[in-house]
């Protein structure tokens, strides 16, 4: 991997990993284009631009990581378990799943997904505005909408926003429990990978790893601001939109 490769792996993992677009399945085409082997140095570069995007998390919601807030997080850990447990009992099958097909058709079904949840979303009823007062029944659910996030191309964060919109959140709300819900997830699943693979860190390039750990870093954290004040403003429809239209070229392009 060069630096060329690097920056723009970067861009796209900071870009997506907080958006209803699926981070994964982007990096996954991304890889395909650029002619990318998925061998242990490109495994160690992975590790390095998802702790980059869960420092973006920490900086943007610093308030939120302290004493005081332990309510907040009992209730994210919670969240966290369903994922955490499927993810870690079903591995090797998830790993299986890891394909253009796979990406293109979830990339499309969770498009229309979101076009059917904005049809009948009102955000003129009484929705929680307030990530701070979701209950720890709400909390629960959205954990179990996150493990759909397991199957290639569904994304994580559309699916727990998804799952906090059904049940009673508003769009920024959902959006913002989406991120720190990142937070536990992210640093299980780079926690496992940097434990997996620490060897491969001295194969790497410690430069590549830099810069692609620094791009990620300052494009999560503005997506995540630019994100936020996007839905001030407007619906998920145009990701709806967007997911099917990229999964269809996917399909036509790949398979």
């Known amino acids: 991997m060069d630096i060329f ?13 907080f958006l209803p677009i699926s981070s994964t399945g982007h990096l996954i085409i991304a890889s395909k284009f650029l002619n990318i082997d998925q061998n242990h140095v490109t495994k160690a570069y992975e590790v390095i631009i998802q702790f980059a995007a869960i420092l973006a998390v920490v900086l943007n919601y610093k308030d ?19 994922i955490g447990a499927v993810g870690f009992i079903f591995s090797s099958q998830i790993k299986a799943m ?6 293109a058709i ?12 904005e049809r009948f979303y009102k955000e003129t009823d009484r929705h929680i505005d307030d990530i701070e ?19 290639p191309g569904t ?3 559309g699916s727990t926003i998804i799952g906090a919109m059904l049940v009673g959140l ?28 620490y060897k491969d860190f001295s194969d790497a390039n410690l430069i590549v790893l830099a810069v692609g750990f620094v791009v990620a870093f300052i ?23 967007y997911r099917i239209v990229f999964g269809i070229i996917l399909l036509v392009w790949f398979v």
């Open 219 to 241: 494009v999560a954290y503005l997506t995540i601001k630019l994100f936020l004040k996007f839905l001030e403003n407007f619906t998920f429809v145009a990701f709806g939109i």
């Open 64 to 82: 939120k990581f302290s004493p005081s807030k332990i309510e907040l997080w009992k209730k994210l850990i919670l969240a966290f378990i369903p």
């Open 98 to 103: 890891f394909n253009i097909e796979i990406v």
């Open 5 to 17: 490769q690097s920056i723009l792996l970067g861009i796209i993992e900071g870009f997506t990993e």
């Open 170 to 197: 508003n769009r920024k709300a959902s959006a913002e429990f989406s991120f720190l819900l990142a937070f536990p997830v992210m640093c299980a699943t780079t926690g496992y990978d940097l434990l997996k693979h």
């Open 155 to 157: 994304s994580r964060a």
């Open 133 to 151: 007062k979701v209950t720890y029944k709400q909390a629960l659910y959205i954990g179990l909408a996150q493990i759909f996030a397991l199957i």
């Open 106 to 117: 979830m990339f499309i079904v969770g498009g229309i997904v979101f076009l059917i949840v």
